[in-house]
């Protein structure tokens, strides 16, 4: 697998309740995705197959190596989110681990799919990759 270090993104996010006077500062730590996959740079590796269920997707990735991140999202659909970094897909699935198996898809179809780093908040979404699901085999 591809280690490549992964850097913190820190920011302050400020509210305020206009019924309070005090303002609200939060300070939030983002997981950055960026250079973590299995794939190539930035982007988890995937491989399909044909079930008896139908199309499956399996992808795995490099981990984040931080303690505070408890799992991951990975997004997919059959659209592309249109740039890097966004996670706007159709579907999202929770995982706790840098894989994730992916069923029930359409059988010789266009998905595409990134991850995202989750430690409370979820992070910037990996780089996308893409893949068309074996033909049914009926």
Do not use: H
Request: charged letters at 10%; proline letters at 8%; aromatic letters at 8%.
């Amino acid at each position: 697998m591809n280690n490549l270090p992964v850097v913190p993104n820190r920011g302050d996010y400020r509210k305020s309740n206009n019924s309070l006077t005090n303002s609200i500062v939060l300070s939030i730590m983002l997981i950055s995705l960026t250079g973590c996959g299995a794939g190539g740079e930035g982007e988890p590796a995937v491989s399909t197959a044909f079930t008896p269920a139908g199309a499956t997707a399996s992808l795995v990735w490099d981990p984040v190596q931080d303690p505070t991140v408890t799992g991951y999202s990975v997004y997919y659909g059959t659209q592309s989110a249109g740039q890097p970094g966004l996670c706007s897909y159709e579907d999202a699935r929770f995982v706790n681990s840098s894989s994730a198996t992916i069923t029930g898809l359409e059988p010789a179809t266009r998905y595409y799919f990134a991850v995202s780093a989750y430690n409370g908040l979820s992070g910037p979404c990996s780089n996308e990759v893409s893949t068309v699901t074996p033909p049914s085999q009926t």
